[in-house]
């Protein structure tokens, strides 16, 4: 298999760890609303998760540039500088004395996010197997 | 008489037409008028069924249901008389003048009086002398007026009268008032919300107190919409405004205390059992108010223990009472109760000492340790010093000071004899009070550790719970919480102006959750000559359900500062506390609490954490309409689960009920624009916190246009097309004008020149201040004293008789005359430059207005009445609202130091001021905006 083919699958298994986190963060938003988890716990909890998901879609995002695969760079690289944006701007934390007023901007958020990373998923799934046949021809 | 109309069905409204002896019924939405009885008549009504000689009088109905706006700028003083209707039903009504203006008629407290207002009893607004102010004509005036507009045949008044006269009657009538010809009129401001109308034998008991007053919990609409499209037809917001923890004043009763532990609660809901819950099953079992489930009756429900015989439910607390506590049982527990908990941080650094705040403040605490809540004798105080380092002291027979210089770490130099009990180390305490300042009194250090200070206090507490009342003259510089001047006047005026109100650092918010986990509420005493930050400090009371206190340039060495600060501070240690609180808010089926404003931790979706409550602090929630309400009333119901200073679990529940409606036009004659103003004040500074401070402004604005526009496309017959007059009922007329009051108010107004601090501060007032303090915050008081009436300033039967208030414009200032300004914050006594000699003798003790100075003064009491009128005014101003307050007075002179008189100018918000709009402008803008859409 060649570079192209394991770049892709590396980030066929990438967008498999950001669409969980996705889902994890969807789950602990309804949990919140069901008052399973009071926000404290909640923000502490998705806090931790919040930058390691910015740098594994930012290097993912780097690695495809390094590897001039294009199209799948500038795909994702207006998520990276939206997401570059709220850090710089210091509001990419949940903040649990507001979180309750900008939950539903959270969740449509997190919501899109996820549909981007499932689109990605099986963008980068498509661009494996179209490597595979490539070289197998 | 069997009136027809109490069989009318929703959205009917029947109108007793003298000159043809019967019944007129209008359909309120359309407007349709008919003679027969809506039930009666099967099919649906068709206009050409009538009498045809209804045809004038019908045309004239539906202008009077609907516009006219020309001659509604006159029924402001009919609509104010107590409605006769709930008066006493079937009586003839009287005239509704005679009742509203008579002199001496003030009860004890003229702004209390309309909160503590039984139904039935006549209102005395306020103290109405001889002169009246143009606009308000009397009575045969406007009844000759309205006359000219009325077509011969109907008299309209006999037939509203008529209506009104008839018991049991639910509908609201909608008064329609053309804003640019009816000047807004101050008196309005103390009137009671539109009366609340509830459905006969919706309440199980015939006490008038079975209705939450408006000063603990008032709603925007009195009359529910049954759906969300109804509501957003209104555009009116709805919300609930609340103070459930409303200070009392003289002759205001005490809440009743069930001290039986027996508590019912619906299971399903968990709503306390209210004056409008249902018996059914013999009185064995009662229906819940909100969910409809029912629920047993519990077996000493019937039983009273005092006297361990049979009692009666009826006399139940809980069901005559829409406001009531219950001694908790230990299920409401999570740890005994708490002690309460004082934990003083002071700054000591040199500005402190030097501006005189540490040795007013401990004086201040001396002087009240006496009067901080401790009738159990388990209150425990203790007091931390800091500059750039902390100073503990151990209180004991011999206390000592113990100095921790590491603010990286904090940490507690001593286990025990920090924190002590006030009752058993009252002595040590005394002394230690007495010496501070003078231990610091050549203290040099420039610099605070506020951050550190706070943990260290935090740490002395946390196992209890309490609240952490913090002194400072300096902006953090060192440790945890240090922070920068980012004051920028060149920003000011800017988009970027907001970022100025947001905490600069994270550690206020961080520092806030752990405080409120650990139920510690922080108050913020701040004093600064110079840029303190007060918006990222504010953030602490903000979460905590604090409150901030400032005081710009403090400086003790002028009486009236101390004296200010003394009172305040001295009220705020007096005050009976909530601690370990939380507020849920349930309501009817349908209802949802969707966002919640003010100083409190949204601990989840509809529980507020708040771990030591003041009095009159005053909270919004907006309130979403999920379904179709299908009863014909809701209730709202406000539980507050706290531990009392003194050691008792308890809760105390608020209930407020509603009738609902599918009219619009009810819902706009229901509307309470005293509530609604404040609500928009909560979500004006929420929005210029998120936004900008120019989106805060527009939103406002925006609402109101909404509001507007909304009621000219369903209310009046101009529909959608460009109208030469702006209306809107006639319960709604002032609120534009509280509108650009708050538009002009130092929180939100458009201007380059308020320095951060003072907007800061301005916004926490704007989101905590009762209504009864907000209103006139926001739209303040203006009297004119030289001229006042004979009996103003004399003692009636009710207190001392205040002047009757003026439009806020500058036409009424005269040069010859002393006038008085207030906003519940700051009192301005403004003086013309033509002041005759004696005036300036008889009040202020000097020969002429040529030596008179501008600024703060203490008004001397003399031997003259005039100068002892003026002093009872000026100290009932100080006095008559709830709050710890106690406004400053300023002397300004007409020709005086400009900034003080554009300060006391700017409170007269009907002026023009710069790019500030006047009251007309504002009116015409609005109209051009309402015409367009
Ligand atoms: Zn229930």
Redesign the pocket.
């Known amino acids: 298999m060649g570079s192209a083919g394991w770049l892709f699958l590396f980030g066929v298994l990438m967008a498999a760890g950001l669409l969980f986190c996705m889902v994890f963060f969807i789950i602990m938003f309804s949990d919140l609303e069901c008052d399973y988890i009071n926000p404290i716990d909640l923000c502490n909890k998705l806090n931790q998760f919040v930058l390691p998901e910015n740098i594994a879609h930012a290097s993912l995002t780097l690695l495809f540039l390094v590897f001039g695969q294009f199209t799948a760079f500038l795909l994702n690289l207006p998520l990276v500088l939206y997401n570059a944006d709220k850090i710089r701007k210091k509001s990419h934390m949940y903040d649990a004395t507001e979180i309750f007023r900008t939950l539903n901007g959270h969740k449509k958020e997190t919501f899109l996010k996820l549909g981007f990373y499932l689109l990605s998923f099986f963008y980068y799934l498509y661009r494996m197997i179209a490597a595979l046949i490539a070289e197998s021809e | 008489m069997s009136s027809p109309a109490q069989q009318l069905p929703p959205g009917w409204a029947a109108e007793w037409n003298p000159e043809h002896q019967r019944y007129l019924f209008i359909e309120t939405a359309t407007g349709h008028t008919q003679w027969e009885h809506p039930i009666a008549q099967q099919q649906p009504p068709e206009p050409s069924t009538s009498p045809p000689v209804t045809t004038a009088a019908q045309s004239h109905h539906k202008r009077r249901q609907y516009a006219a706006g020309q001659t509604q700028a006159y029924y402001g003083a009919a609509e104010a008389a107590p409605d006769p209707g709930y008066v006493a039903p079937g009586l003839q009504p009287q005239p509704a003048g005679g009742q509203l203006f008579t002199p001496g008629l003030a009860a004890e407290n003229q702004f209390q009086s309309q909160q503590t207002q039984a139904p039935g009893q006549p209102h005395p607004y306020f103290t109405q002398p001889l002169e009246q102010p143009t606009y308000l004509e009397p009575y045969d005036q406007q009844q000759q007026q309205r006359s000219n507009y009325v077509q011969p045949g109907v008299d309209a008044l006999a037939g509203q009268f008529g209506q009104m006269g008839m018991g049991g009657q639910k509908q609201f009538q909608l008064y329609t008032t053309n804003l640019l010809t009816s000047p807004p009129d101050p008196h309005e401001l103390f009137k009671p919300p539109p009366e609340i109308r509830l459905p006969p034998n919706a309440c199980i008991s015939p006490s008038p107190y079975a209705n939450a007053e408006p000063s603990y919990q008032r709603c925007t609409i009195n009359a529910i919409p049954t759906t969300s499209s109804l509501l957003n037809k209104a555009k009116i917001p709805l919300a609930l405004v609340l103070t459930p923890y409303r200070s009392l004043k003289d002759g205001d009763d005490a809440v009743p205390v069930v001290t039986d532990t027996v508590i019912a609660r619906?299971r399903?809901?968990?709503?306390y059992i209210n004056p409008y819950v249902q018996f059914i099953d013999g009185g064995n079992r009662w229906r819940?108010c909100?969910?409809?489930?029912s629920n047993e009756v519990p077996q000493l429900f019937d039983w009273d223990q005092a006297t361990n015989q049979p009692g009666d439910r009826w006399q139940r607390a809980e069901l005559n009472h829409s406001i009531v506590e219950f001694v908790a049982p230990t299920e409401y527990m999570v740890r005994p109760p708490q002690p309460a908990v004082y934990v003083f941080l002071i700054d000591v650094s040199h500005s402190a000492v030097q501006s005189g705040m540490v040795a007013t403040a401990t004086r201040t605490i001396l002087e009240n340790l006496g009067r901080i809540p401790d009738e159990d004798g388990r209150t425990k105080v203790a007091l931390i010093c800091y500059d750039t380092s902390l100073y503990f002291f151990s209180i004991s027979a011999e206390s000592s000071m113990l100095v921790v210089s590491d603010i990286e770490d904090v940490f507690l130099p001593k286990p025990t004899d920090l924190l002590v009990n006030l009752a058993e180390c009252r002595a040590p305490l005394e002394s230690l009070l007495g010496r501070i300042n003078d231990m610091f009194r050549e203290n040099s250090i420039i610099g605070s550790a506020m951050g550190p200070a706070l943990q260290a206090g935090y740490k002395l507490m946390s196992a209890i719970g309490g609240k952490l009342v913090v002194l400072s003259s300096s902006l953090p510089s060192v440790g945890a919480g240090a922070l920068k001047n980012r004051e920028d006047p060149k920003i000011l005026g800017t988009a970027k102006e907001s970022g100025l109100l947001q905490a600069a650092s994270p550690f206020y918010k961080t520092f806030a959750i752990d405080c409120s986990r650990a139920q510690v509420s922080v108050d913020m005493f701040l004093f600064s000559q110079v840029y303190q930050d007060v918006a990222s400090l504010s953030h602490l009371p903000h979460y905590t359900s604090g409150q901030t206190y400032y005081y710009p340039a403090f400086n003790a060495a002028r009486p009236e500062d101390a004296l200010k600060f003394a009172r305040e501070f001295g009220d705020v240690l007096a005050m009976p506390i909530m601690l370990e609180a939380v507020m849920r808010v349930r309501a009817s089926r349908g209802l949802r609490m969707s966002s919640f404003h003010g100083n409190f931790f949204v601990r989840s979706t509809d529980l507020l954490a708040m771990p030591a409550v003041p009095q009159d602090q005053s909270y919004a929630i907006e309130i979403q309409i999920e379904e179709t309400i299908t009863t014909p009333f809701v209730v709202f119901q406000t539980a507050v689960l706290h531990t009392t200073c003194y050691g008792e679990r308890r809760i105390r529940v608020v209930t407020l009920a509603l009738p609902t409606t599918t009219n619009l036009s009810e819902v706009f004659a229901s509307a309470d624009q005293i509530a609604i103003a404040t609500l928009l004040a909560n979500k004006a500074v929420e929005r210029s916190l998120t936004h900008k401070l120019e989106d805060a402004r527009d939103f406002v604005h925006q609402k109101l246009v909404d509001i507007l526009v909304a009621y000219k496309s369903s209310m009046t017959s101009g529909g959608a097309g460009a109208s030469a007059q702006l209306a809107i009922s006639d319960n709604l007329k002032m609120l534009p004008v509280l509108v650009l009051g708050l538009l002009k108010n130092v929180g939100l107004r458009q201007s380059g020149q308020i320095p951060p601090d003072i907007r800061a501060y301005a916004q926490a007032m704007l989101t905590s201040l009762p209504s009864q303090l907000l209103i006139p915050y926001i739209y303040p008081v203006f009297y004119s004293l030289h001229d006042m009436p004979p009996e103003a300033g004399t003692v009636g039967e009710s207190g001392v008789i205040m002047p009757p208030p003026l439009p806020l414009s500058s036409e009424r200032l005269q040069r010859y005359g002393l006038f008085l300004i207030e906003d519940g914050q700051t009192i301005f006594l403004w003086v013309g430059r033509d002041a005759v000699p004696q005036l300036i003798m008889d009040v202020f003790d000097l020969p002429s207005y040529d030596v008179l100075r501008g600024g703060k003064i203490t008004l001397p009491v003399l031997e003259n009445p005039f100068s002892q009128r003026v002093n009872a005014v000026i100290q009932k101003t100080r006095e008559m609202r709830r709050g710890v307050y106690y406004p400053h007075l300023y002397v300004v002179k007409e020709d005086g130091e400009p900034a003080l008189r554009l300060w006391a100018l700017s409170a007269l918000i009907h002026d023009r001021a710069d790019m500030l709009p006047s009251y007309q402008m504002f009116l015409t803008s609005l109209k051009e905006k309402v015409n367009s859409t």
């Open positions: 619906c399903r809901c968990r709503t819940c909100m969910c409809n489930m």
